[in-house]
């Protein structure tokens, strides 16, 4: 008697497929700033944030354009005033070992901040961040923060600010409580 063998597999059915994501680069990176493909490059007259963002960039890459002006000041924050432009200025600021901004926002105006040397911290909305040397921030009229100097090093940093800063309101611990300072 002949037989014949059948062989039969069974196998398990295939998983159902996961549903495709597809994020984008700013959904990856969960900041604008962290996404330098996205940045547009310096213009002479800048007239968006990622343009504003780029003039700081070309001026901290500059560094004989401010390295030279920086004085540290253990009393108060140094500040000096680098360049102004249409609807726009541009301010260096030092910090030694310490020195915070207090709590501010920074009125009608947007801004940039660039760490150029050291590390600062800002405090803001969503806590603490530690911002190294090439580290950029961006944030708009009424965004309230404060940065200080952690380290036991000196810091620099630039700041974009635009319209032009006329007022740099100081807030209390407590959100309620504004107390206006001029710039």
Known sequence: MNSTSVSIRATAPAPAAAPLTVESDLQIAGDILSVQHLLQPAREHPATVAEFSGLARSIAANR???EHLVEYDATTRWYHRLRTGPGYEVWL?????????????????????T?????????????????????????????????????????????????????????????AHREHVPA
């Open 93 to 113: 600021l030092s910090w030694v070992p310490g020195q915070g901004s207090g709590r501010h926002d920074h009125g009608a105006s947007s801004g940039v901040l």
């Open 64 to 66: 004989a354009e401010w």
């Open 115 to 175: 760490v150029l040397d050291g590390e600062l911290t800002e405090h803001g909305p969503r806590g603490a961040l530690t911002l190294g040397a090439g580290a950029q921030r961006v944030f708009a009229p009424g965004y309230a923060h404060e940065v200080v100097n952690d380290t036991l090093e000196g810091a620099v940093s630039l700041h974009v600010y635009f319209p032009g800063l006329t007022e740099m309101p100081m807030h209390s611990c407590s959100p």
